[in-house]
């Protein structure tokens, strides 16, 4: 472990959200050569955020911007994650404002993931596209207790969106709720619900409701990270856009707008773009810091 006075500077950054007080909030620290992995989780439990994110330098032979590319790692109170979108968020624009915007590399574990940060009227926006995104089905046993974990009956359930495994970065259970009364009643049984998800390797449980062709409202239980609830999730939208994609839910090209933290009193949006063609799933949010 290192000692108090070796630990670099923490920073705090909201993501998908220009106002401090909404999206989701998340530590960044921007040169973390100097911490172990236990140094990083204790960061990140003593900020109690769902994510951290930590940057040191790139592994050899990734090839990226010339003073933009870097190893990211991210860490929630409980454990080590592989990919996270509202941290990557975050370090991009806590990046940008010391470097100026355009395009970053992370190499995360999940794969690399370009980002391109733009500045426009004193608002910072990053776009990150991810990995290849995959879905697969799910057992109904393991829907089945799911749903009896979150105490959702079945029927509350929206059959125009089936339920499954999606995947861009990290695994998330995508379950689509018939109505926003639904989906806004979410008090659900913590312990269940985090040994399911250890058991199917899950990060987040996507819960969705349509709007409109292109509006969604979500909401992510994230009890493996020591968290009730993500208040904006980056990983779970880019997954849920290879899911839309996958089951023809959406057009090839497609820009869909996720808002998300509204329940929880700290609102941010989330824009997925589409392209037909390219398996990336892009997700852009805004950024500011925190204090």
Request: with cysteine; aromatic share 6%; proline share 8%.
């Amino acid at each position: 472990m290192t000692t108090i006075a070796s630990r670099p500077e923490v920073l705090r950054y909201t993501a998908f959200s220009s106002d401090p007080a909404g999206g989701n909030p998340a530590g960044v620290v921007l040169d973390a050569g100097a911490l172990d992995d236990g140094d990083m989780l204790a960061v990140a439990a003593g900020l109690g955020y769902s994510e951290s994110a930590f940057l040191t330098a790139p592994p050899e032979g990734l090839d990226g911007p010339e003073g933009r590319t870097y190893r990211i790692r991210y860490f929630s109170p409980k454990a080590e994650v592989p990919f996270c979108g509202h941290a990557t968020v975050a370090a991009a624009v806590a990046l940008a404002e010391r470097q100026g915007p355009g395009p970053l590399l992370f190499a995360t574990q999940a794969g690399p993931v370009p980002v391109d940060v733009t500045e426009e009227d004193g608002a910072v926006r990053a776009t990150l596209a991810s990995v290849e995104p995959y879905v697969e089905d799910v057992a109904d046993a393991d829907l089945a207790e799911a749903l009896a974990a979150l105490d959702w009956p079945a029927a509350d359930l929206d059959p125009a969106f089936p339920p499954r495994i999606a995947y861009a970065g990290a695994r998330h259970l995508v379950l689509a709720a018939a109505t926003r009364a639904r989906l806004a009643d979410l008090a659900y049984d913590f312990e269940r619900l985090e040994a399911l998800m250890h058991r199917l390797d899950l990060t987040t449980v996507q819960l969705v409701w349509r709007e409109s062709a292109t509006l969604f409202h979500v909401r992510d239980p994230f009890p493996v990270g020591g968290v009730v609830e993500d208040p904006a999730t980056g990983a779970a939208a880019a997954a849920f856009g290879g899911y839309a994609r996958e089951l023809g839910l959406v057009t090839e090209d497609a820009v869909l707008t996720l808002r998300q933290g509204e329940d929880l009193g700290r609102p941010g949006e989330l824009t997925v773009t589409l392209r037909a063609g390219d398996p990336r799933v892009r997700v852009t949010g805004a950024g500011v810091r925190i204090g």
